[in-house]
Nanobody, 124 residues
Framework: QVQLVESGGELVQAGDSLRLSCAAS????????LGWFRQAPGKEREFVAD????????LYADSVKGRFTISRDNAKNTVYLQMNSLKPEDTAVYYC?????????????????WGQGTQVTVSS
């Protein structure tokens, strides 16, 4: 019902900033909690951030808190992840996900739809 497409991933240097976007289609965007996850090679997919339907409730992983900012524009059916002060350990494929319901969640299993991912590589 919902399709998600990430964009914006690229090769950057440590300390740089990057903005990821995720465009949604096929559903009512404002009905979903939106989240960002990431997966490095050989590791499990981990929670990064999510945002409630109205944008008023946000969760961040401790590893990105203070550096990353999640936001959404319901009029554009798009969720963003602004990443500042990037570190090599931020290197991963970044996925956006949509969760039916109201409350944010850091649990991967609670999300219903997933994008294809976009590669972010941070050189040292």
């Amino acid at each position: 019902q919902v399709q998600l497409v990430e964009s914006g991933g690229e090769l950057v240097q440590a300390g740089d900033s990057l903005r990821l976007s995720c465009a949604a289609s096929g559903g009512t965007f404002s009905d979903y909690v939106l989240g960002w996850f990431r997966q490095a090679p050989g590791k499990e997919r981990e929670f990064v951030a999510d945002i409630s339907r109205s944008g008023g409730r946000i969760l961040y992983a401790d590893s990105v808190k203070g550096r990353f900012t999640i936001s959404r524009d319901n009029a554009k059916n798009t969720v963003y992840l602004q990443m500042n002060s990037l570190k090599p350990e931020d290197t991963a494929v970044y996925y956006c996900a949509a969760k039916a319901g109201y409350y944010p969640s850091s649990y991967r299993s609670e999300y219903d739809y997933w994008g294809q991912g976009t590669q972010v590589t941070v050189s040292s």
